[in-house]
């Protein structure tokens, strides 16, 4: 069977509202990554989010013309309250669907010592003191070209300058970009948890690519995953890692995400546009957790929090 990509390119204020529309559509999840991404950046040079592709796939098949009328008049009703291009549709052979992204998936440099690359390329540029992260995502969210995938990294990278021997719990793993960094930069253990089977096995692939595949667990589930049968209380990490929409993190609060993290403990949260920061902070305050950070790129934010210790 072959696939129907759609993709189109817009802003960070429509990227949310778009990919939720192809959600609804798209085979395994959609993918959103920035436009024009260069491959080198430092800290002091992170470009703005200004325009970012959202993609999925959906099966050509009897259902197809169907699919993609309905994503057309969905759009359309988005672009009455809020300019919206025309989507761009593609047919992609089944053997190469899964292939279809890596043109547009490049080594970049992250942070100050992150040097992110895809699995089947071997860059000449790499230097001594890099953390190399070799990753092949295949369908999972986590190129690494995301803003909301390199504010998490840039968090990471400085909260475990100094801070060794951590237990990270990875919600919304993905590709495994963010756990599989932190033990890279010094984290004990990580914690990998998707609803998506397809995240969870692209998690343990690419841990052993990177040879951390001994100190990752990563398995399908959520929050609930996390609970004992009984009355006990959430097991607690030391650092939690939230990559997801903002609509998610705060339902999450409201289940007692904040229990997840140890007294003391801190938390990096991101997807979330500037619109939603000062709702997703409060349900962090509700859950126990305290704001202390915020780093933005473009129309996105990542908030940073701690467990206060009692």
Same mark, same amino acid.
Request: proline share 6%.
């Given at each position: ?25 798209? /085979? ?14 430092? &800290? ?32 359309? /009703? ?184 140890? &007294? ?28 202390? /950070? ?17």
């Amino acid at each position: 069977m072959d696939w129907i990509e759609v993709s189109l390119e817009v802003d960070g204020e429509a990227a949310e509202a778009v990919a939720d529309v192809l959600f609804r559509y798209g /085979h395994q999840g959609v993918v959103i990554e920035q436009a024009g991404f260069p491959s080198e950046v430092w &800290p002091d040079a992170i470009p703005p989010a200004d325009r970012l592709i959202v993609r999925a796939y959906f099966p050509d098949d009897d259902q197809a013309d169907d699919a993609r009328q309905k994503l057309r008049e969905a759009l359309w /009703h988005m672009s009455r309250l809020y300019p919206i291009p025309e989507p761009a549709f593609r047919v992609v052979k089944d053997e190469d669907w899964a292939e279809a992204w890596k043109a547009h998936y490049h080594p970049l440099r992250l942070g100050h010592h992150l040097y992110i690359r895809p699995a089947w390329t071997m860059p000449a540029d790499v230097r001594p003191d890099d953390i190399v992260l070799i990753m092949d995502p295949g369908m999972a969210f986590g190129t690494g070209t995301h803003p909301t995938t390199q504010l998490c990294l840039l968090a990471v990278e400085d909260l475990l300058a100094d801070w060794t021997g951590v237990s990270v719990l990875d919600l919304g793993c993905g590709s495994g970009i963010l756990g599989i960094a932190a033990l890279r930069l010094g984290a004990a253990s990580v914690l990998a948890l998707d609803t998506d089977d397809l995240a969870v096995r692209a998690t343990l692939e690419n841990a052993n690519r990177n040879d951390v595949g001994d100190r990752i667990t990563a398995q399908q589930g959520s929050l609930d995953t996390l609970r004992p049968p009984s009355d006990q209380p959430l097991p607690q990490f030391d650092l939690l890692l939230v990559n997801i929409l903002a609509k998610v993190i705060i339902t999450l609060c409201d289940q007692g995400l904040g229990d997840a993290v140890r &007294p003391g403990g801190k938390a990096v949260f991101s997807g979330i546009i500037h619109e939603q920061i000062d709702d997703v902070e409060a349900a962090l305050r509700q859950t126990g957790l305290e704001p202390y /950070h915020r780093r933005t790129q473009g129309d996105w934010v990542a908030v940073e929090a701690r467990k206060v210790a009692r």
